[in-house]
Each structure stands twice: as C-alpha cells, then as structure tokens.
C-alpha cells in the first residue's frame, strides 16, 4: 500500500509573528485592511473547503475499512468453528485409536496365554 500526501499541515502563528498574506498586485488594497480580511476570508473559505474533502474520504477510507473488517471477522469465525469441527473429530479419532490399541493388547495378551 502506498501512501499519499492528503494534508498540507499549516502550523500555529507564534507570538509576534505575523503570516504574510499574499500580495494582490494592487497597493491600494494591500494596504487596505478590508481587503486584506477579504483575501484572508477567501483563503479560509478554501482551507475549510479542503478540510470538508479530506474529511469525506476518510470517512469513506473509514467505511471501506469498516467493511473489510466486518469480513475478516466472519471469516475468523468461520475458521474458529472449522476448528471446533476438527478438535472434535481429532477427539472421536483418538477415542477410536485408543479403544483399538486396548483391543490389540488384549488379542495379544490372549494369544500369550
């Protein structure tokens, strides 16, 4: 399974750090904070837009892996009574060997005498 990128992690501003907004190309409104909070707003409405993507596909990842885990465990309790079935037949088999192996004895014990 390959991995693929499916975030771009932005980090947290510090402290007396300011997160340059890119510049529109006029000076008017790169000095105007109007704006600036319209270009800060549109890159926002993008970001959550983004999130909402990433959001639905891992719940559909979550989903496909809810699936594939309900499968996995029906199969493991199919195996776990296939296994049942054969410890009880391993059971009756070595109930079988032991009462031919007491017969044998006493055939032989028998012949000895």
């Known amino acids: 399974m390959t991995e693929r990128e499916s975030a771009n992690i932005i ?11 890119e510049a529109s190309g006029d000076a008017a409104a790169d000095t105007d904070p109007g ?14 837009d983004a999130q909402r993507n990433a959001v639905a596909d891992w719940r559909t990842a979550l989903n496909a892996l809810r ?12 195996y776990q009574d296939s296994l049942g079935s054969l410890g009880s ?5 070595g109930a ?9 004895d006493a055939a032989l014990n028998a012949q000895a005498d």
């Open 35 to 48: 704006a600036r909070l319209r270009i800060a707003l549109a890159a926002l409405d993008a970001a959550l």
């Open 11 to 21: 980090p947290f501003p510090t402290p007396g750090r300011l997160i340059p907004v």
């Open 96 to 104: 079988t060997a032991r009462e031919m192996e007491a017969r044998a």
């Open 67 to 78: 699936g594939s885990m309900g499968s996995l465990g029906r199969s493991l309790h199919g």
């Open 89 to 93: 037949r391993v059971e009756a088999l």
